[in-house]
């Protein structure tokens, strides 16, 4: 029993990651219909990014982690003006394609910069064990848990709350109308594809202070976070949420007692399941779309 | 133009557009005074939205020019042109569906940073609407067509413009809510806001409008005025199949 809760507190742990690196993804797809695979490349740059913010230049892990959001950021804007652009309302497979080149492009670039050590970034705190009941967490953990919450909650209000957030809202659901109403749609897309590469930048980061970062990342958080996002309904802000924590629910106890070797097969098979049983995912957005 | 509008606000020159290879206008030539209602009617597929997309900044015109007010308009984004002034109502009303009708609105004033001052337009939109007052917490995809159709006539409205375009307002409404919409589109007019609209049931836009042009593959084939048009059934069955 105590075994149990153990593993379903390293669950919401890893899911708390999962939910905020397929955030970026489904956002992305939800309002710009682009299937983004570098999707864990921007997680990976994240990571080494907020190595070289902490590590190299030597700042503390907040001012790294807002360096690392700015730079990124303003990444992602770049790649939507001068790429994404170029194949925008072309339908989805130049966008894949695109996309595709792009995560080979991130990977090289950051292996010839940066090698293929594994890259750790220090935490904001120390790797001391915290006692919830029988449940045993470091401090980091914690910490890194309520920041991708804060994170989360934060993208959240942005898109619900603000000016910024209708108009990519409006965007969304009618692009027409939207430039009608004055909105410059360009820029929404481009803010958007930045607030995506600013979420998975800062999972990458975040998550290189618990085990470590290293460029070939990549592949493996762009799979989860597509499981993820399927799971939970393409587009749908809940949905990546909700599955970001079941998918790490189900690795956590699939690892506990099944095998540790064969985790990451779990997200294959609640694909697979998704797809049989319900299509669109958890919450479905095709409702909204219509 | 007749002599009693003394002020040309919006004046088309030898306007061209093409979809891809398909031209679509052939040198349009239009021009409509400050405080005027003017329809263009004409047959299905005979360019009349086109016009008012290219108006509107939605299309790029290949040749041509869009002057308004004064200032060469021609080929500036939509943004830019409801900054300046022209709203444009598109057929099918193109409301946000999942968003509420109050969010709707909001979003109409886009350009307006002022928060009181959307509000206030609000307010106003409300008041001209009463409808869309009953349902302002109602998800715009939710409401019946002629609702629809006021909430995107009131969304134009937001940004206080000095012209709206209006594409096919009565598009798939009951006689008698078109009847409604075109008494709103009176009352606009009648608050100094210019009106061109596009209209392909041509005695509602006739009963509306002041002057109309008759658009035909393309170009302009007829311009008169309304009553003109009304009492020239050759003219209206010739063109228009009325």
């Known amino acids: ?290 | 133009m007749t002599a009693s509008n003394p002020k040309i606000l919006l004046r088309v020159s030898d306007l061209h557009v093409a979809y891809g290879k398909i031209a679509a206008l052939h040198g349009i030539d239009l021009a409509v005074g400050e405080g005027e209602t003017v329809a263009l009617i004409g047959a299905n597929g005979a360019g009349k939205s086109t016009i008012l997309r290219a108006i509107s900044g939605l299309l790029k015109p290949s040749r041509g020019s869009i002057v308004w007010n004064g200032d060469d308009i021609t080929g500036r984004s939509a943004e830019k042109v409801v900054a300046a002034g022209i709203a444009h109502c598109p057929e099918e009303r193109h409301v946000w569906p999942a968003m509420t009708v109050r969010e709707n609105l909001i979003l109409g004033a886009f350009l307006v940073s002022s928060r009181q001052q959307v509000e206030e337009r609000v307010g106003m939109a409300f008041h001209r609407f009463p409808r869309l007052r009953e349902r302002y917490k109602q998800m715009a995809g939710t409401l019946s067509g002629g609702e629809q159709q006021m909430l995107a006539i009131a969304r134009a409205l937001m940004s206080e413009p000095r012209m709206l375009l209006l594409d096919e307002p009565s598009l798939g409404l009951s006689p008698k809510m078109a009847d409604e919409v075109f008494e709103v589109v009176r009352e606009i007019n009648g608050h100094g806001v210019t009106v061109l609209v596009v209209e392909q049931n041509v005695h509602n836009a006739l009963a509306v409008a002041s002057r109309a042009y008759v658009v035909e593959t393309g170009t302009i084939s007829t311009e008169a005025d309304s009553a003109t048009l009304l009492e020239d059934p050759e003219v209206l069955s010739a063109y228009l199949g009325a």
């Not at chain 1, 710009?32 to 230049?57: D, K």
């Not at chain 1, 430039?179 to 980061?205: D, E, K, Q």
């Open chain 1, 1 to 290: 029993m105590d075994m149990l809760l153990q593993f379903i507190a390293n669950g919401l742990v890893s899911g708390a990651f999962y939910a905020l690196s397929a955030l970026g993804l489904t956002l992305i797809f939800g309002l710009m219909r682009v299937v983004n695979f570098a999707h864990g490349e921007l997680y990976m740059l994240g990571g080494v990014m907020g190595w070289l913010a902490t590590t190299v230049l030597g700042l503390n892990f907040f001012a790294g982690l807002a360096l690392t959001l700015a730079v990124m950021g303003a990444c992602g804007w770049l790649v939507d003006r001068f790429l994404i652009e170029r194949v925008r309302d072309q339908g989805e497979e130049p966008s894949i394609l695109l996309t595709i080149g792009l995560s080979i492009f991130l990977t090289n670039t950051a292996l010839l910069l940066v090698g293929t050590a594994p890259l750790t970034i220090e935490g904001p705190l120390p790797n001391k064990p915290v006692f919830l009941g029988p449940v045993v967490l470091t401090e980091l953990r914690v910490f890194a848990v309520a920041a991708c919450a804060v994170l989360i909650l934060a993208a959240h209000l942005v898109i619900r709350h603000t000016r910024l957030g209708r108009a990519m809202r409006a965007t969304f659901q009618d692009p027409m109308a939207a430039r009608l109403a004055g909105i410059n749609t360009a820029r929404v897309y481009a803010s958007t594809f930045a607030l995506g590469t600013m979420l998975a930048a800062s999972a990458g980061m975040l998550l290189g202070s618990i085990y470590s970062t290293h460029v070939s990342a990549g592949g493996l958080v762009s799979l989860k976070a597509f499981v993820v996002v399927i799971l939970g309904g393409m587009g749908s802000f809940a949905g990546a949420i909700v599955g970001g924590l079941l998918l790490g629910l189900a690795e956590a106890l699939w690892g506990g007692y099944i095998s540790t070797g064969t985790v990451d097969i779990i997200g294959f098979i609640i694909v697979i399941l998704t797809l049989i049983f319900k299509p669109y995912g958890l919450f479905s957005t095709q409702v909204e779309r219509a």
